[in-house]
């Protein structure tokens, strides 16, 4: 955990994902829609904290395929990631901006590993992808963050 906290100076923008990474992921083939399922990582909120105190803009990009297969609205993951945002709080950390992907397969740009989530929160921060970092857990974080130019590292538990 200590050594994930350390990024390079450079670093201005780090992208997260949300599910694996920030907080303990679904089974297989499930999602996460109820706010009262979040359990933070042990991890996150500490490196999250140190990351807002150095003044990197700390934003989560993820898929929330439920949206589009009719498992729960919108206003559901909006009211997961609420519940994210306030655990985190609770330790002294937060999240800038929550970039959401609530389409299916093939039906957008934005889905990872398509890097239209991150292309368009490195737009938002103002910076380029030498300035920018993708910490995941899968490999369609991997892919978004290749296909976006910037730097991927791997959460694994």
């Known amino acids: 955990m200590g050594e994930l906290e350390l990024l390079p100076d450079e670093?201005?923008?780090v992208i997260l994902d949300r599910d694996g990474t920030i907080v303990e992921g679904a089974a297989e083939g499930d999602y996460l829609i109820d706010p009262a399922d979040v359990r933070l990582l042990p991890w996150a909120a500490p490196a999250i904290a140190r990351w807002n105190r150095d003044g990197r803009r700390v934003v989560v990009a993820t898929n929330?395929?439920?949206?589009?297969?009719?498992?729960?609205?919108r206003e559901r993951?909006?009211?997961v990631n609420a519940r994210v945002s306030a655990l985190l709080a609770e330790q002294g950390a937060h999240i800038d901006e929550w970039y959401v992907c609530a389409h299916g397969i093939e039906e957008c740009e934005c889905r990872?590993?398509?890097?239209?989530?991150?292309?368009?929160a490195m737009a938002d921060a103002g910076v380029g992808p030498e300035s920018a970092v993708?910490?995941?857990?899968s490999a369609a974080d991997a892919?978004?963050?290749?296909a976006a130019g910037i730097a991927w590292l791997?959460?694994?538990r």
């Open 11 to 13: 670093v201005r923008l």
């Open 64 to 73: 929330q395929r439920c949206v589009a297969l009719g498992l729960c609205a």
């Open 77 to 79: 993951v909006d009211e």
């Open 112 to 120: 990872k590993p398509l890097p239209g989530l991150l292309l368009r």
């Open 134 to 137: 993708m910490i995941g857990d």
């Open 143 to 146: 892919g978004a963050a290749y």
């Open 154 to 156: 791997r959460v694994s």
